[in-house]
């Protein structure tokens, strides 16, 4: 099983409301990431897990909040956002983390966010 | 922070044609990946090159690194309607711990 789930696919919320998104693998992978891509651009990594633990925070704005229960999810908690943090946030996944970034990332199919 | 650039940014070709997309590094890279983003979908990956110079196929995809290990290219040949997509290169620049992708090439074919 090669597949990265994401759950919801699409979300809408307002800027008050309080919401997470979900990842899974169950691939045996024991890195894990959150990207966030807007249209016509190229995925910007947020976050980085690596063994469960937290390897990588790209400066990402607090109401960003990721977590990692085990090492098949990952979520990301989202408080408080901006009309401006509307994108697709993509959750991936791949053997290791190496800071060279030469393990292949399986992507999964993303959520699309809407704050309003 | 240091870019991975590609050009073009967007190419439409009638199916059959070749295309190519170049990705430039300012910097020395250890490696460099490949993926392929359809419209409304997510990148998944299609390859990785290690080697200064190395060149590697598949079917009527060809990956080049560079011999300074500073660029690297994605040729099609004969392209069909299911290459069309995003196509983006992703290394680790710079002291950056983390792959970067590059700023993406949009293609399109048609008929």
């Known amino acids: 099983d090669t597949e990265v789930t994401q759950t919801p696919k699409h979300l809408v919320m307002g800027m008050t409301n309080k919401k997470s998104l979900k990842c899974e693998q169950h691939?045996?992978?024991?890195?894990m990431y959150w990207y966030k891509q807007k249209a016509k651009k190229p995925p910007e990594l947020m976050f980085v897990?690596?063994?469960?633990?937290?390897?990588i925070n790209e400066s990402v704005p607090s109401r960003f909040s990721p977590e990692c229960p085990n090492s098949s999810l990952l979520n990301l908690h989202l408080h408080a956002l901006q009309p401006e943090d509307s994108a697709l946030y993509l959750c991936a996944s791949s053997q290791l983390f190496r800071p060279w970034g030469d393990y292949e990332q399986y992507f999964g199919p993303g959520t699309r966010l809407t704050v309003t | 922070g240091q870019q991975v650039m590609q050009i073009p940014q967007y190419q439409h070709v009638q199916e059959g044609e070749d295309f190519t997309t170049y990705c430039n590094s300012s910097t020395t890279l250890s490696n460099i990946q490949w993926y392929k983003q359809r419209p409304g979908g997510h990148p998944v990956f299609l390859i990785q090159?290690?080697?200064?110079?190395e060149v590697k196929k598949q079917k009527r995809l060809t990956f080049q690194f560079g011999e300074a290990k500073k660029n690297s290219s994605l040729h099609i040949t004969a392209t069909q309607t299911t290459d069309v997509g995003t196509y983006f290169c992703a290394a680790q620049t710079g002291t950056a711990s983390k792959l970067t992708f590059g700023t993406g090439t949009r293609l399109q074919v048609t008929l």
């Open positions: 090159l290690v080697k200064s110079g």
């Open positions: 691939m045996g992978h024991r890195a």
């Open positions: 897990y690596s063994y469960e633990k937290l390897s």
